[in-house]
């Protein structure tokens, strides 16, 4: 079992940038693939990015990409999500979670633990 806490959401103007933090417990992360979805209200969670467990493949949302990194330091049981050029369109409730896989996809169900989500509100 692993514990994911999700970290470094607030409330931003259009242009910022923030970094979200996702830390674990539990378990190490490094033997999990690790990935960032995302929940605006009345819509459906969607994938946002993924990484691999040797961090050397990434795979990004089209609407994100160029704009976010997602990294990870296995050393610190952490990953990361380094958001640019934030937009009202990014406004939503951000969460990180992990696939018991090398390399995981960017459906929901391909993971298998979760946090409970960071709020990012991205204001115009």
């Known amino acids: 079992q692993v514990q994911l806490v999700e970290s470094g959401g607030g409330l931003v103007q259009a242009g910022g940038s923030l970094r979200l933090s996702c830390a674990a417990s539990g378990r190490t992360l490094s033997v999990f693939a690790l990935g960032w979805f995302r929940q605006a209200p009345g819509k459906e969670r969607e994938f946002v990015a993924t990484?691999?467990?040797?961090?050397?493949?990434?795979r990004y949302a089209d609407s994100v990409k160029g704009r976010y990194a997602i990294s990870r330091d296995n050393a610190k049981n952490t990953m990361y999500l380094q958001m640019n050029s934030l937009k009202p369109e990014d406004t939503a409730v951000y969460y990180c979670?992990?696939?018991?896989?090398?390399?995981?996809?960017?459906?929901?169900?391909?993971?298998?633990?979760w946090g409970r989500g960071t709020q990012v509100t991205v204001s115009s």
């Open positions: 990484i691999s467990v040797s961090g050397r493949s990434t």
């Open positions: 979670a992990a696939a018991r896989a090398t390399v995981a996809g960017m459906r929901p169900r391909d993971y298998d633990y």
